[in-house]
């Protein structure tokens, strides 16, 4: 099956807006269904309540249901350190909108790639969104009646971050509240026929040091002999799945995302696995795997300390297999987090 490889990309932020149907990370939700949009409620983290932030975004739609012409799935998370648990998802949010090509918000023809075009398809004109996240804001400022809100964290933490002196003002604030925005170009993986063939030899690599390990002469061996890999993997108990990861993501170590929509997880641990997949809550229907969050894009996240930032081995979203209509714009999805235990 083929394998779509995401990629990080510098571009123009006029770009990414939502009238082009982008992949992105970071910055403001690109919302696909302008009008019914998630807010503080559907937002909450499980452990501290705060709204989570967008993470990234994967335009994907089924090529062959009209229901579903348009389709992004979106991924947002907690940026509180403390509520990123080990092996846990509750500081994670998913969520997926899909289209019709017929649709209340945007032409059916394909957008042009031009700064000035269509600039009216934007949220804002169907509704509020919260000037520090991008999500539904019900609350606006009391004073100028301009600034909009999803919470009172966010008003707080805009007040003290300037609006306080620009209030009333045309002038707009920019914070680092967001994390970095990029475009997430997708691509497909090239290499995939060959990876059975340098599992195989990988795996070899590994026994023959292990055995080495065992018969005591490993010591004997300088550290830039050794591949540094390898070396993990010899400390991994599941050593053969950490092979495997690393076999698949080695040609491209730069990938933020694999996409193979009905297709296996690649695992990067045999433990913690989600092996019991809830079902749909909107239809009650079965999900499938249709993506996986790379630990490569903790990278391009700007983390000033990178000892007391967010962290995951892989994230793996699954979504409703039929794809059925949201009722309310968005309808929930899953996401299970994976991490690297070490013993």
Same mark, same amino acid.
Request: charged content about 30%; hydrophobic content about 30%.
């Given at each position: 099956?083929?394998?779509?490889?995401?990629?990080?990309?510098?571009?123009?932020?006029?770009?990414?807006?939502?009238?082009?149907?982008?992949?992105?990370?970071?910055?403001?939700?690109?919302?696909?269904?302008?009008?019914?949009?998630?807010?503080?409620?559907?937002?909450?983290?499980?452990?501290?309540?705060?709204?989570?932030?967008?993470?990234?975004?994967?335009?994907?739609?089924?090529?062959?249901?009209?229901?579903?012409?348009?389709?992004?799935?979106?991924?947002?998370?907690?940026?509180?350190?403390?509520?990123?648990?080990?092996?846990?998802?509750?500081?994670?949010?998913?969520?997926?909108?899909?289209? !019709?090509?017929?649709?209340?918000?945007?032409?059916? #023809?394909?957008? $042009?790639?031009? =700064?000035?075009?269509?600039?009216? @398809? %934007?949220?804002?004109?169907?509704?509020?969104?919260?000037?520090?996240?991008?999500?539904?804001?019900?609350?606006?400022?009391?004073?100028?009646?301009?600034?909009?809100?999803?919470?009172?964290?966010?008003?707080?933490?805009?007040?003290?971050?300037?609006?306080?002196?620009?209030?009333?003002?045309?002038?707009?604030?920019?914070?680092?509240?967001?994390?970095?925005?990029?475009?997430?170009?997708?691509?497909?993986?090239?290499?995939? !026929?060959?990876?059975?063939?340098?599992?195989?030899? #990988?795996?070899? $690599?590994?026994? =023959?040091?292990?055995?080495?390990? @065992? %018969?005591?002469?490993?010591?004997?061996?300088?550290?830039?002999?050794?591949?540094?890999?390898?070396?993990?993997?010899?400390?991994?108990?599941?050593?053969?799945?950490?092979?495997?990861?690393?076999?698949?993501?080695?040609?491209?170590?730069?990938?933020?995302?694999?996409?193979?929509?009905?297709?296996?997880?690649?695992?990067?641990?045999?433990?913690?696995?989600?092996?019991?997949?809830?079902?749909?809550?909107?239809?009650?229907? !079965?999900?499938?795997?249709?993506?996986?969050?790379?630990?490569?894009?903790?990278?391009?996240?700007?983390?000033?300390?990178?000892?007391?930032?967010?962290?995951?081995?892989?994230?793996?979203?699954?979504?409703?297999?039929?794809?059925?209509?949201?009722?309310?714009?968005?309808?929930?999805?899953?996401?299970?987090?994976?991490?690297?235990?070490?013993?």
């Amino acid at each position: 099956m083929n394998v779509d490889l995401g990629f990080v990309e510098k571009c123009e932020a006029w770009s990414l807006e939502s009238r082009f149907f982008p992949s992105k990370i970071g910055g403001k939700p690109a919302w696909l269904d302008l009008k019914n949009i998630p807010g503080k409620t559907e937002l909450e983290c499980n452990y501290c309540f705060d709204p989570c932030i967008f993470l990234c975004q994967v335009y994907a739609p089924y090529e062959n249901e009209d229901k579903a012409f348009h389709r992004t799935i979106y991924i947002f998370v907690c940026k509180n350190v403390k509520c990123c648990k080990e092996n846990q998802n509750g500081n994670f949010k998913v969520f997926r909108s899909q289209l !019709e090509k017929n649709n209340l918000f945007y032409p059916s #023809e394909p957008p $042009e790639e031009r =700064k000035d075009w269509r600039t009216d @398809l %934007d949220v804002n004109s169907w509704t509020t969104t919260c000037c520090i996240c991008g999500i539904y804001a019900p609350s606006h400022c009391a004073k100028c009646k301009i600034k909009n809100y999803c919470c009172r964290l966010h008003q707080v933490y805009d007040w003290i971050n300037g609006h306080k002196k620009t209030c009333g003002t045309d002038i707009s604030v920019n914070t680092s509240f967001l994390f970095p925005e990029y475009e997430l170009v997708i691509e497909k993986d090239e290499d995939v !026929e060959n990876d059975d063939d340098d599992l195989e030899k #990988e795996k070899a $690599e590994l026994e =023959k040091f292990q055995c080495m390990v @065992l %018969d005591g002469q490993a010591g004997t061996m300088q550290n830039d002999d050794v591949d540094p890999d390898l070396l993990k993997m010899s400390s991994i108990e599941e050593d053969e799945v950490f092979a495997e990861f690393h076999v698949k993501t080695n040609n491209y170590p730069d990938q933020v995302l694999r996409y193979q929509r009905g297709g296996p997880v690649l695992y990067i641990s045999q433990e913690n696995q989600a092996l019991e997949i809830p079902n749909c809550t909107q239809c009650n229907g !079965e999900r499938q795997f249709e993506f996986q969050i790379m630990p490569q894009l903790l990278n391009f996240l700007n983390f000033d300390d990178s000892a007391e930032s967010l962290d995951w081995g892989i994230l793996v979203i699954f979504t409703c297999k039929e794809s059925c209509i949201p009722k309310k714009g968005y309808t929930v999805e899953y996401i299970w987090k994976q991490d690297i235990v070490n013993k």
